[in-house]
Every structure is written in C-alpha cells, then in structure tokens.
Antibody, heavy 123, light 108 residues
Framework: QVQLVQSGAEVKKSGASVKVSCKAS????????ISWVRQAPGQGLEWMGW????????HFAQKFQGSVTMTTDRSTSTAYMDLRSLSSDDTAVYYC????????????????WGQGTLVTVSS | DIQMTQSPSSLSAAVGDTVTITCRAS??????LAWYQQKPGKVPKLLIY???TLQSGVPSRFSGSGSGTDFTLTISTLQPEDVATYYC??????????FGGGTKVEIK
C-alpha cells in the first residue's frame, strides 16, 4: 500500500533552516509528483511547492520562491523540503502529498499524504 | 494569482440535513477543482476531483458540481462522522495549487 512517512518534529531558532524528509513506499516513486503543504496552528492549508521526482523539476508558490528547496533521492524514494531563514510565522505542520495522477508535468490534486511534521520556530 | 474563496467559513447543521459549501475562483479554472476533508487532528483526505468525480471509497452522500468560477460541495444526509473542515483546491498547471480558506462543519 502507498505510504508517505515523514521525519519527526523539529524545534528551530529564528533564522535557522529546517529539512523535512518524506519517504515513499508502495509505488514507483519517480512516476508521481510530490507537493509540500503546510498548516499553521488553527489555520488552513497552504501549498508551498511541488517536485517531479522523474526529472527534479520544481514549481513553487510565489511566496516561497527563494526560501525553499525541494529535492528527491530516487535511490531511497525520499523527498526533501528545506526551508531557510525561519521565523515564528513558519511554525506549522508540514505535509508531503503525492499527486493522484502519474507522469504529470505539473502539480495536481493529492491522494496520499504523509502524517505531517511539526516545525516549531522559537525566537 | 488565482484566489479561492469559500463560504461559509463555518456552519452548523443537524444529522440528516443537506449541507452545501461553495467555492469561488477569482478566474475561470474550467473543472480543475478538488475537495478535501480534514477531521480534527488528522491528515487531509481527497474527496472529489475534476469538480465532480468522487474519489474511490468516498461515500456517495458527497457530491461536487460546478465549472469556471463557481463550485459547490454537497453533503446529503449529514452524518456525525462528517464533522470536519472542508477545503477546495484549484489545480492549474501554469499557476500551481491554491486552497480555499476552509469551511468548518459542525453538528447542531
């Protein structure tokens, strides 16, 4: 069965960076794009960006361009999201989620989600 | 950027009621709209995509409609397990994904 298992909770200081991992199993990793979505406490869902594991192509929300890096390691079927220059506004649960459709060249709606990683940023 | 506006932001309805949530796009998005359900403390779950296509395993009391800029999610015969926040999401290959602000559904 399809599973996305994310790395554990993180506590960071303002100005630091955080790297969250998302290990996929149960499907051909390179064939499905991965989106990263975050949710601040008590708030809604916010799409950050997307990566195509087949070719490494990325597409970011304008808000996150320049502050986030998304990569994949096809040898371990793992996606990574690296967020820099953290502030208290970045305190949130971060989710990875898989595209529903395979071999898409752009982000799509997501059918499988990781369990979420809580990132807490303190000053 | 295309903005997605949901209404209402919250609602309270009785078990057995029909509930309708609307989502409006600031520009036409054809039928490139999905709906998600997020129960308290849980991960979002895909309910509907392509405006009206029910994801496998989702109960038939959920339905979606709309095209262009105006979309609706309907829950017929509301059940206690439907208590959740519902999000619309547009997907547009050129502009990425955008979520609506969410609609919290409670039981009266």
């Amino acid at each position: 069965q399809v599973q996305l298992v994310q790395s554990g909770a993180e506590v960071k200081k303002s100005g630091a960076s955080v790297k969250v991992s998302c290990k996929a199993s149960g499907y051909t990793f390179r064939d499905y794009g991965i989106s990263w979505v975050r949710q601040a406490p008590g708030q809604g869902l916010e799409w950050m960006g997307w990566i195509n594991p087949y070719n490494g192509y990325t597409h970011f929300a304008q808000k996150f361009q320049g502050s986030v890096t998304m990569t994949t390691d096809r040898s371990t079927s793992t996606a990574y999201m690296d967020l820099r220059s953290l502030s208290s506004d970045d305190t949130a649960v971060y989710y990875c989620a898989r595209d529903h459709l395979p071999l898409s060249g752009a982000p799509y709606y997501c059918d499988f989600w990781g369990q979420g990683t809580l990132v807490t940023v303190s000053s | 950027d295309i903005q997605m506006t949901q209404s209402p932001s919250s609602l309270s309805a009785a078990v057995g009621d029909t509930v309708t949530i609307t989502c409006r796009a600031s520009q036409g998005i054809s039928n490139s709209l999905a709906w998600y359900q997020q129960k308290p403390g849980k991960v979002p779950k895909l309910l509907i995509y392509a405006s009206s296509t029910l994801q496998s395993g989702v109960p038939s009391r959920f339905s979606g409609s709309g095209s262009g800029t105006d979309f609706t999610l309907t829950i017929s015969t509301l059940q206690p397990e439907d208590v959740a926040t519902y999000y619309c999401q547009k997907y547009n290959s050129a502009l990425g994904l955008t979520f609506g602000g969410g609609t919290k559904v409670e039981i009266k």
